[in-house]
């Protein structure tokens, strides 16, 4: 049986910027925000059966890169820096979830912390630094 994430609370987000092979984009508010998740398929995985750390950095950058748009009011944003940290290998049968908390922020730059975990266990953790842009004209 597949999970289905509505079920679950979770509701489809748009996915602007995500590329097509991760979407839909999933996302659940909970008491401090939100999380982001996606459905891997198998035709993710790095030929040993587990999802392509690759995919796993994508999903995290874009993830975390939400978060930090949603906290500076939707402006433009872009990743300065991101350490990413694998955990273990993700399943690609079972659903992505990642979470992001905000550590530090100043009127131009965003710290951030996030965890991509599966069934609850960690797969992935990452820190990550946001410059906020102007606004396009």
Not at 32 to 47: D, K, V
Not at 56 to 70: F, I, K, N, P, Q
Not at 99 to 116: H, N
């Amino acid at each position: 049986m597949s999970f289905d994430p509505a079920t679950e609370g979770w509701e489809q987000t748009d996915a602007w910027g995500l590329p097509e092979f991760l979407r839909p984009m999933w996302m659940r508010p909970d008491e401090t925000g939100f999380s982001c998740g996606f459905q891997p398929s198998p035709a993710l995985n790095n030929g040993r059966g587990v999802i392509h750390g690759g995919i796993l950095a994508t999903y995290m950058d874009h993830s975390l890169g939400r978060t930090v748009r949603e906290a500076v009011g939707r402006v433009p944003i872009a990743t300065i820096q991101l350490d990413l940290h694998y955990l273990a290998p993700g399943d690609v049968t079972q659903f992505v979830t990642v979470k992001g908390d905000i550590t530090r922020q100043t009127r131009s730059i965003v710290f951030i912390r996030g965890t991509l975990t599966q069934n609850g266990k960690p797969v992935l953790s990452a820190n990550g630094i946001w410059k906020v842009l102007s606004p396009r004209s």
